[in-house]
């Protein structure tokens, strides 16, 4: 959407009735815990990947419980969110235990014959046989461990319980247009309001909280209170403070009472709401460990992202004949060349963590984007940058996965460039 489109009278329709922001007011939630409808975002179902089993039959006692009283509601966009990220959880678990299976080696002191005759060297080689005796049949351990992870399909202990109560009551799927979808959705980013603007420079538009919210708002239609669990605290959510989420945002709580005639909206973390119906408090306390490290390793990434797209820019303003202009959406930057042509520059950073093929997945949906604004002449050329946190990344891989998406639309690509990298210690990009 274009800047002259801009709505100069979106806070009318934001707030339809002046007089009542004032009466504005939400339930408790010790009210409304009772008969609420409990909604769950995509993190707070992949929480569970990293807890114990005493954790996990709690978490299923929670499940089913809200299952039989009818209060429990997965959106469609968090169920295709969660099919999309559990192979990530699951990677994680078998990075770790490869790592950990290889990284553990035999100790040898070594062979000294001037110290045979000596007690103590005879009884440090007797422990040494012992200790690697024991590695040996500690990395057996790991090694079926690992293997049990690589039969798992579609059949982890997650999995098995989520199959068990998700079932298509509990999962609210919404049928939609998709060009109204799209409408709204830049009506709302144009003028920042929440959810998901913060997305809008995603492969998809950031759409999927976008849809989510609908459904949150089909809810309403049944005139019922709402928590919805999620652990996220960006912005366009959270009213946010020192970089934690206060409390939701105020247009989503008035947007929600207007759909709902007068009920409230709630949002909690997956520990909070095992706190606010009873769960036991070890239970609660190892969830929280968990959000609290899903939330440090999002905030790193986000951190990471910032940093790529600076040494993007500086990758770029090294050429003397380029004009760089940082970009508010897609793409990142435009590059004006002294022979008068333009070309899009679109950072994109990559979690080491995740598979090169779902990224290159991804990329199609920027790569579609990025033809077209060729195609109509918004830019003469585009560029893409891949930007990885580690050099040791199968770049190789990530190469042949975004070759092959390239090929896959067979039509004419000859002005869409790409190039692979990673940040060095100094945060400078090296193209591989």
């Given at each position: ?19 009542e ?23 707070a ?21 809200l ?29 770790q ?15 000294y ?92 538009d950031?759409?999927?909280?976008f ?40 247009e ?7 759909a709902?005639?007068g ?30 490290h ?22 770029l ?12 959406g ?11 042509t ?22 199609r ?49 000859a ?18």
């Amino acid at each position: 959407m274009k800047e002259k489109e801009y709505d100069i009278f979106v806070n009318q329709k934001i707030y339809p009735n002046a007089s009542e922001i004032f009466g504005v007011s939400l339930s408790s939630l010790n009210k409304i815990k009772g008969d609420c409808k409990i909604v769950f975002d995509t993190n707070a179902l992949l929480v569970p990947y990293l807890t114990g089993s005493d954790s996990l039959n709690e978490l299923k006692k929670v499940f089913e419980k809200l299952k039989k009283q009818k209060r429990l509601v997965i959106p469609g966009q968090v169920a295709r969110e969660f099919a999309n990220n559990r192979p990530e959880k699951l990677k994680e678990v078998y990075q770790q235990l490869t790592r950990k299976q290889n990284g553990l080696q035999s100790i040898s002191i070594g062979k000294y014959p001037l110290l045979e005759n000596i007690k103590e060297y005879k009884e440090a080689i007797e422990l040494e046989a012992k200790l690697n005796e024991q590695i040996t049949q500690y990395r057996k351990k790991i090694k079926s461990l690992v293997n049990e992870v690589k039969s798992w399909n579609w059949n982890d202990p997650i999995s098995e319980i989520y199959k068990d109560v998700f079932t298509k009551g509990t999962v609210l799927d919404l049928k939609f247009d998709e060009n109204e979808v799209k409408e709204k959705l830049q009506y709302r980013y144009l003028h920042k309001i929440p959810p998901g603007f913060k997305d809008d420079n995603k492969p998809d538009d950031g759409v999927g909280d976008f849809l989510i919210w609908l459904t949150i708002l089909k809810i309403a239609e049944e005139k019922q209170d709402v928590i919805f669990v999620s652990g996220d605290e960006k912005t366009d959510w959270y009213h946010k403070s020192e970089k934690n989420g206060l409390y939701p945002r105020f247009e989503l709580v008035n947007e929600y009472r207007i759909a709902s005639g007068g009920k409230s909206f709630h949002i909690l973390k997956f520990s909070e709401l095992l706190n606010l119906l009873g769960a036991d408090d070890k239970v609660v306390r190892e969830v929280a460990k968990e959000e609290r490290h899903q939330k440090s390793k999002l905030s790193m990434f986000r951190e990471f992202v910032g940093k790529a797209e600076n040494a993007i820019m500086n990758w770029l303003l090294q050429r003397d004949d380029l004009g760089v202009i940082p970009n508010n959406g897609f793409p990142d930057f435009e590059v004006n060349y002294d022979d008068g042509t333009k070309s899009g520059v679109d950072v994109v950073p990559i979690n080491s963590q995740r598979n090169s093929g779902l990224i290159s997945m991804h990329f199609r949906e920027r790569f579609y984007r990025a033809y077209y604004e060729v195609q109509e002449k918004d830019y003469d050329k585009f560029q893409f940058y891949f930007v990885v946190e580690t050099r040791n990344y199968p770049f190789n891989e990530l190469r042949r996965n975004i070759e092959r998406s390239i090929k896959s639309f067979n039509m004419e690509t000859a002005k869409i460039e790409y190039f692979i990298g990673y940040l060095d210690q100094s945060e400078e990009f090296n193209k591989v």
